[in-house]
């Protein structure tokens, strides 16, 4: 049955409380505090369970007293670096901001979780302490790609698992359908598989078993599949949901994101190659400012992990507090949504279906 699920009534804004593993990332706990700042001053509703050591945080807060009247300060001490293995941090994470971070959604005392934190123990732990929704084999991460016209395309998985079957890509595409629709506001999600090719026998068998399946739930799923799409159309405004393994979509972000930064240093070069050519950056200066606006990742930061019980927000290791405040607004829009529990019915609906597939399959 389709349901309008970013559907809001009046007066059903209400305290969001965010867990924020403080002691991850590159930049420090000052970049930390000062996303969550910024972030307090643009939503009323938003409140932190701040998990990170008492000695460094409390003098940063002292220096934002509205943002700390919002703040409840967990002390750990303990810390995830981004060189720890995962299967280390399993079983050694206990106790560190990272775990704690998690467990407060697990506990239901905040509704997502954000970290800066390294991925691959970031995941591990969601894992373990979050667990996996009934019916997903493999968690995802999910991540924003610009359009070429307004808005976003949502691209999974990108690095979650780097394997994926067709079953797999079946559930990416139920999952990522919810997140564009409450992250986004996309009505009927169009689905694309990431493929070589367009043409309907080129790519892997279970890429054309995938797209089968994910047109087999669409009715169900209340989305659009629109069949196989290339590399090229990352950014293309027909398509709202590309789904691949963690292994391709790793590579195809990481290529995107390089080819991002060669225009940007490319336009850098062109405006300040000649006195003239600073001249005209000078009249550019507008149109300049708003393509570095659209194309600066800082402010579509976030990807999120799809297949949990309880929603994760994994920002850029690297994030100052433009880059911490994109994930903590997205993680706030997520958590007014109810995300959580409609991704988990959503994604109910597959393995429902896929169960009767099999079953049916069995007796012919």
């Not at 939503?43 to 701040?50: A, R």
């Not at 106790?95 to 979780?113: F, I, P, R």
């Not at 079946?170 to 990431?194: D, E, T």
Request: glycine share 10%; with cysteine; aromatic share 4%.
């Amino acid at each position: 049955m389709a349901t309008n699920e970013n559907r809001t009534s009046p007066g059903t804004e209400r305290k969001t409380v965010l867990s924020i593993d403080g002691m991850g990332g590159d930049a420090g706990p000052e970049a930390i505090v000062g996303g969550m700042e910024i972030s307090a001053k643009i939503n009323p509703d938003i409140h932190f369970l701040l998990h990170g050591d008492s000695n460094v945080f409390t003098p940063l807060l002292g220096k934002h007293p509205i943002l700390a009247s919002r703040v409840e300060l967990r002390d750990a001490d303990k810390v995830v670096s981004m060189h720890d293995k995962p299967s280390a941090v399993v079983r050694n994470g206990k106790g560190t901001s990272m775990w704690n971070a998690l467990q407060s959604v697990k506990d239901g005392e905040a509704t997502v979780a954000v970290s800066c934190g390294n991925t691959g123990a970031l995941m591990a732990l969601s894992m373990l302490v979050l667990r996996k929704l009934p019916g997903v084999n493999r968690p995802a991460i999910a991540v924003l790609w610009p359009k070429t016209t307004q808005g976003h395309n949502v691209l999974l998985d990108l690095g979650a698992d780097i394997k994926a079957d067709a079953d797999d890509l079946m559930k990416y595409a139920i999952m990522g359908a919810s997140y564009a629709r409450n992250g986004l506001g996309v009505q009927r999600p169009r689905i694309g598989v990431l493929n070589i090719g367009t043409e309907d026998h080129k790519g892997r068998p279970e890429l054309a078993e995938a797209g089968e399946m994910i047109q087999s739930v669409q009715d169900l799923a209340d989305l659009e599949y629109i069949g196989f799409v290339e590399g090229s159309d990352m950014s293309n405004p027909d398509v709202d949901v590309i789904v691949t393994d963690g292994f391709t979509g790793n590579v195809a972000l990481k290529a995107g994101e390089g080819t991002a930064k060669l225009i940007r240093g490319f336009l850098k070069d062109a405006f300040t190659h000649t006195p003239l050519a600073k001249l005209a950056a000078i009249f550019a200066r507008a149109s300049l400012r708003r393509l570095s606006h659209r194309i600066d990742p800082r402010r579509q930061n976030g990807g999120v992990f799809l297949g949990l019980n309880g929603t994760v927000v994994k920002s850029h290791g690297g994030a100052d507090a433009t880059g911490v405040s994109a994930a903590i607004k997205l993680a706030f829009k997520l958590a007014q949504s109810g995300f959580s529990e409609k991704l988990a019915a959503r994604v109910a609906i597959g393995a429902s279906t896929l169960q009767t597939a099999e079953q049916e399959s069995s007796k012919a």
